[in-house]
């Protein structure tokens, strides 16, 4: 069972997870990472580019400039609430994704993989997950992600529109005659579980670095 982030003497702030919250958690941030590179076209080759935009050959800078000039536009719709248009002017909005949506990419991709190899790191059974005090804010980042994405699966538009889904939830799961469930009722009942997770490691952390 979790326990809340709570501050350690050393500065650290820390929580305990067990190695099936520790699995579910980083199984999602990876997932999260992976949609992001799906949807945006993004590849082993950016990486590759991004050297070019930093080297010393002005031919190479150029050859970087032109490879990055397009900028995908998310069609997922959790990617969308991931990255906004920065402009209701559609052309200001394409030239900001062209300048800036990689490297908001690569940030988002770097927290989630951050948090990933901490919960790795914390070993495969019930234990302390550690976070420096100078990674907390990574790992907020990240599981806000996380959550965006999930919030957009369970059709949430607003913080108060979980209350009433939860609340249906638990309107179902009190009648007795209920059909039997498919897949899919299961599958929504696991993805509200790991939302409720993210939220409140999310609102203890918060606690615990204030």
Known sequence: MAHAFRRRPDGTVAC???GE???????VAQE???LIRADLGLDPEREAVRRAAESEDP???????????D???????????????????PDLAREYRRLGQQDLAEGKLSDLHRVIALLDGAGPGHGEVVVAADEA???????NDVRIVLADRLGLQRDGDF??????QQIGERVEDLPERDDEMVGSDVVIAVYELLSWLQESLLRALD
């Open 59 to 69: 031919l190479r800078r150029l050859e970087a400039e032109f490879a990055g000039r």
């Open 137 to 143: 804010v990574v790992v907020l980042r990240a599981l």
């Open 21 to 27: 919250e520790k699995a579910i958690l980083a199984q």
């Open 71 to 89: 900028a995908r536009v998310p069609s997922d719709s959790a990617v969308k609430r991931l990255f906004p248009d920065a402009s209701e002017d």
């Open 32 to 34: 999260t990472a992976d």
């Open 163 to 168: 209350d009433t889904v939860r609340m249906l």
């Open 16 to 18: 305990r997870l067990d």
